[in-house]
């Protein structure tokens, strides 16, 4: 993942366009036309971004529209009108108690599988890398292997299982699945992580009579420090917009925003009010952490993009 | 003696501490072992031994699932489709990101773009099933991009007609079979028609539209005015032209002599019209079933037809930013000099890129490609938001068929742990394939 890993965070800017040096040999025509063609690049750039922004900016729009003018006419005409909009749909969805629960259902999903996601794959990752013991390379092998299966395959059995535990429906239920399915992926990106710090490092510190778990969280832990930014974003960007998983494991007092809202699509058209500032409170969250972390938010999501 | 007992005092406290060290290293791993063994490895070995019985689980029925995946049509619609997907989506987010991350490294706002393309990968699947929920939204009044497409037709096509127009009964306009009007009468030139129509709603009526006039014919011409018979506030009188009509312009007429069009005209504003230069005899003007087609609606997105390509849309949208920033990573790593070297010589843009570029990208390509295959075939949220709800059935893929099967009603989960494992096979491949490139990367 070598070309992703160095992948230049898109927060610094790029090589700056090469300057119009002089080109004697060319003819007087090619800068003419080099001139022309930059022209024709910056105009298809500009569609293509009018054409990704347009959608979120219909939901926003869309979001401060009441129900009525949903029903009547198309988000564009708040462009020419503004006084269209207001906020009201977000303080009816403020004071909606199904949604205000859901939001916090899923602060207390996300946050406690990505801590835990962390530390579990932190102390595994350390262990398979620089601790003896029977087995350690196959089984690392083991947990790679285990990258491939998709939730799916996991749906079905774990239902049973959290069944007989009483954990169906429970928000603990939900964080469990997500941390063991997100444990490959993180074991495997920090034990590689954590196998390239100097071996004399880790000597020095043995040297000098420290415990395994005081070299682990005084000298692993912040070397790791980039890796582990990456994952903790990844990962909570995974939960906190994961559907699939919530709309088997939770009941309606421990679903998260995503189901919460996914349960009112059906009725799509009628309740635009409700959907659309919804959505964008589901969005809101991860585009504010995208824009905070952008260079580890990049390089989170391409790294995890192997699962 | 004495070293006899150093070594064996040593032996002991040495394998002590080695005991000592494993424990620890125990320690660190077990809490993820036993996730992972719980909730993943044992799963898989049920799923794949549950796949291997019936419905209720109680019979062992061998690979009848496994064949009546290919027999039920629900489940050969969801393979179709997830073969759709595959072969079509990554095939276009890699030659887009392409195409972007090339272009967009010769303007100077290069960043903000990456930015924007990037940023729906933040946003989850359901978030911006709704968002394209509202894109596709059939109604051109509501729905941005049927607006857009009915707004270029009617640039090209003229959109202005009346549905819902319709003469009052017995004003001497007859309809024909074709769903034109005819006056009922025979026209001569030096004569001049009044067409009075009702049924067009206010808010319908074009905003050019004048009051209505008509004028005297010349003796070789007929005139006439198409008018809405109808005064706002009540009080007009029926086919008469009242002070507060209005002329119905954009209207096509026809002068029909002997069954053959010989005079076309269109109306102006004041809804008037006139064909000149008109042979003596009798015509009858006519108002063609065109003026009264039902106006063009746009396409219908979420149908049947169209779902699966409308869901790969929103895909995409939600894809190209890292296809784009992925390729444009690999782009900034090739030899600067052997692309200036290669201009310098004469070589054109396009040629650098077709003979230059995309060869030395060819592994980064790969890369791109492989991911997007994965992340594809497990695609859920996405159409389970997106289709609506009789188009489900239509848009279904693996993943989708595998939920609908279990637990959406179905209930079949011998068929249900089949697809699942099925998944987790065609999954395999792609997966090695990355995890033997990310190895290699990091070693």
């Not at chain 2, 010349?218 to 008018?227: F, L, P, Q, S």
């Not at chain 2, 009789?390 to 742990?417: C, R, Y």
């Amino acid at each position: 993942m070598s070309a992703t890993v160095t992948a230049p965070p898109p927060s610094q800017p790029s090589a700056p366009p090469p300057p119009a040096r002089p080109v004697p040999t060319r003819p007087r025509g090619g800068r003419l036309r080099r001139w022309l063609g930059n022209g024709l690049v910056q105009a298809f750039l500009a569609v293509v971004g009018l054409v990704w922004i347009t959608p979120v900016a219909g939901l926003l729009l869309s979001s401060l529209r009441s129900a009525n003018d949903n029903a009547a006419s198309g988000w564009w005409t708040a462009l020419t009108g503004p006084g269209q909009l207001s906020l009201d749909n977000y303080t009816a969805l403020l004071g909606n108690a199904g949604i205000t629960r859901a939001f916090w259902n899923t602060v207390l999903i996300s946050v406690p599988t990505t801590v835990l996601v962390v530390v579990l794959a932190a102390l595994a990752g350390y262990a398979f890398a620089w601790l003896e013991f029977p087995g350690r390379d196959w089984i690392f092998l083991a947990v790679v292997a285990l990258l491939v299966v998709p939730v799916q395959v996991g749906l079905l059995p774990v239902a049973k299982l959290f069944g007989q535990l009483g954990l169906f429906g429970t928000i603990p239920g939900v964080v469990l699945f997500h941390v063991a399915y997100g444990l490959p992926f993180a074991v495997f990106l920090l034990r590689n992580y954590f196998a390239d710090i100097p071996r004399e490092m880790l000597e020095a510190a043995r040297m000098d009579g420290g415990g395994e778990w005081r070299i682990f969280t005084r000298l692993v832990l912040p070397v790791g420090r980039p890796a582990i930014a990456s994952l903790a974003i990844f990962q909570f960007l995974w939960v906190w917009n994961d559907m699939l998983v919530a709309l088997l494991f939770a009941d309606s007092s421990s679903q998260p925003l995503t189901v919460e809202l996914q349960s009112q699509v059906r009725q799509f058209g009628s309740n635009i009010d409700v959907l659309a500032p919804g959505a964008f409170l589901s969005l809101i969250v991860p585009v504010v952490v995208f824009f905070a972390f952008q260079r580890h938010f990049v390089q989170g999501v391409m790294a995890g993009s192997v699962k | 003696m004495t070293t006899l007992t150093t070594s064996v005092g040593a032996a002991g406290p040495r394998r002590r501490a080695q005991r000592r060290r494993r424990a620890i290293a125990v320690a660190f791993v077990l809490p993820a072992l036993l996730l992972l063994g719980a909730l993943v490895v044992y799963p898989v070995l049920f799923s794949v031994g549950r796949s291997f019985f019936d419905a209720a689980g109680t019979r062992f029925v061998g690979g009848e699932n496994y064949a009546e995946m290919f027999r039920d049509p629900a489940t050969l619609t969801a393979i179709r489709n997830s073969a759709i997907w595959v072969v079509v989506a990554p095939t276009l987010l890699t030659g887009l990101g392409l195409i972007l991350a090339v272009l967009v490294e010769k303007v100077r706002w290069a960043t903000a773009f990456k930015l924007l393309l990037f940023m729906p990968m933040a946003v989850s699947f359901l978030a911006a099933g709704i968002i394209f929920r509202l894109a596709y939204e059939e109604d051109p009044d509501k729905g941005v991009l049927n607006a857009a497409v009915v707004g270029v037709h009617d640039v090209f096509e003229d959109g202005s007609s009346y549905p819902t127009a319709r003469p009052r009964e017995d004003q001497g306009l007859r309809k024909a079979p074709d769903g034109s009007y005819g006056t009922a009468e025979a026209v001569s030139p030096g004569s001049a028609v009044t067409l009075g129509l009702v049924g067009v709603p206010p808010k319908e009526m074009p905003a050019e539209a004048k009051p209505a006039s008509s004028a005297k014919a010349a003796a070789d011409e007929v005139r006439g005015v198409v008018y809405l018979d109808f005064t706002p506030g009540g009080g007009g009188r029926p086919g008469v032209i009242d002070a507060a009509e209005r002329g119905l312009p954009g209207m096509a007429v026809e002068a029909v002599r002997d069954g053959g069009t010989v005079a076309t005209a269109t109306t102006a504003a004041d809804g008037s019209f006139r064909f000149a230069g008109l042979a003596d005899g009798t015509y009858t003007v006519k108002l063609p079933a065109a003026n009264f087609a039902p106006p063009y609606e746009g396409v219908s997105w979420l149908g049947p037809a169209l779902v699966t390509p409308a869901i790969i849309g929103a895909y995409l949208w939600i894809w190209t930013g890292f296809a784009m920033v992925l390729i444009g990573a690999g782009l900034s790593s090739l030899p600067r000099d052997a692309l200036e070297a290669a201009r310098m010589d004469g070589a054109s843009e396009w040629q650098v890129f077709r003979r230059i570029t995309v060869p030395l990208l060819a592994p980064v390509l790969t890369v791109v490609f492989v991911t997007l295959v994965i992340n594809v075939m497990k695609v859920f949220d996405l159409i389970y938001i997106i289709a609506p709800g009789p188009v489900q059935e239509d848009a279904t893929v693996l993943a989708t068929q595998m939920w609908l099967v279990s637990f959406g009603g179905g209930n079949n989960q011998g068929l249900g742990s089949a697809l699942g494992v099925l998944l987790l096979l065609l999954v395999i491949p792609a997966m090695v394939f990355n995890v033997r490139r990310f190895r290699r990367s990091q070693s």
